[in-house]
């Protein structure tokens, strides 16, 4: 079944891009029109981070949004097809301070936010890179589904670590010099264990995860940010952090990876995941002070 599965996505793939976008303006229309797709949220968390923004200027946003969130699905099933020498073209990328660091013999911890198209990124860190890099991702219910994502995601060398393994491998993984790209902008599902941190000005709840691994294994910390140039066209850049992680703290770490995010989202508002609940737990004084940089 898999394989049949696969050979339609990959037959549908040889589609010109041109189609893919196409399909994109009825999925947004699907979802912003008919489905109302987290419509609620989007609204809410965007007049959170730009409160003195008009509602033209909202439902403009929000209506890039769409259009950006439906266009990564859609591309994405043209990587199925796409060469390395076609992906390059429509993805370029900066990994300058990377490769130096790992050439260091550092191992580099790559901090990303949600922003589109997010399946680019797996498809042209790899052959950036002197050493391995690992993701880290959460199996999909769908045994089929899990499969194509994971032969996508490590279509160009790219090496999957499965969340629920994660901790356990951390040390194998730096066992040489290595980058290992997570996430850290989504929300908590333990408040309490959460890092509270002011972002755009308002309590917000942060993985400790991400910083506690970097200072336990005292890796480099880099930003990364995906510039949409265009449809169907990106560029990756990379920004450093921290270039010795064990000297900072897990807040400051984490202090100094949300203003990363806060710069991206402010450059490129439309090109965030607007759709997660971020702002989902308040803040109690029984999780203690809310983290502002001192």
């Known amino acids: 079944m898999y394989r049949l599965v696969f050979l339609l996505f990959r037959g549908v793939s040889l589609l010109p891009m041109s189609f893919f976008h196409a399909l994109s303006e009825l999925v947004v229309v699907i979802l912003s029109k008919i489905m109302r797709y987290r419509r609620d949220v989007v609204e ?50 900066d990994f300058t301070i990377v490769r130096q660091l790992m050439q260091e013999g550092k191992s580099v911890q790559l901090m990303a936010a949600h922003q589109f198209n997010w399946e680019f990124v797996n498809q042209v860190i790899p052959g950036q890179l002197p050493g391995p890099y690992y993701f880290v991702y959460r199996t999909i219910q769908s045994p089929i589904f899990n499969r194509l994502f994971l032969f996508l995601r490590c279509k160009q060398g790219g090496k999957p670590v499965a969340a629920e393994a994660f901790a356990a491998a951390r040390d194998q993984l730096f066992a040489q010099p290595a980058a290992l790209i997570l996430g850290a902008d989504q929300n908590p599902s333990n408040p309490q264990r959460a890092l509270w941190i002011d972002f755009f000005g308002k309590a917000t709840p942060f993985h400790p995860g991400p910083a506690k691994g970097a200072i336990a294994k005292n890796t480099a910390m880099v930003m990364l940010n995906l510039i949409r140039k265009k449809r169907g066209y990106y560029h990756l850049d990379a920004r450093l952090i921290a270039p010795e992680c064990a000297q900072y703290s897990p807040k400051q770490l984490t202090w100094l990876y949300k203003k990363e995010t806060e710069k991206l989202i402010l450059e490129n508002p439309a090109n965030y995941l607007w759709s997660h609940r971020r702002w989902r737990h308040q803040w109690q004084p029984a999780y203690g002070p809310v983290y502002k940089g001192e």
């Open 44 to 93: 809410q968390n965007i007049r959170t981070v730009f409160p003195n923004h008009s509602t033209k200027e909202v439902n403009q946003l929000i209506h890039q949004f769409y259009r950006n969130f439906a266009d990564t699905f859609t591309e994405s099933i043209k990587l199925f097809s796409l060469s390395k020498a076609q992906i390059d073209k429509r993805c370029t990328i």
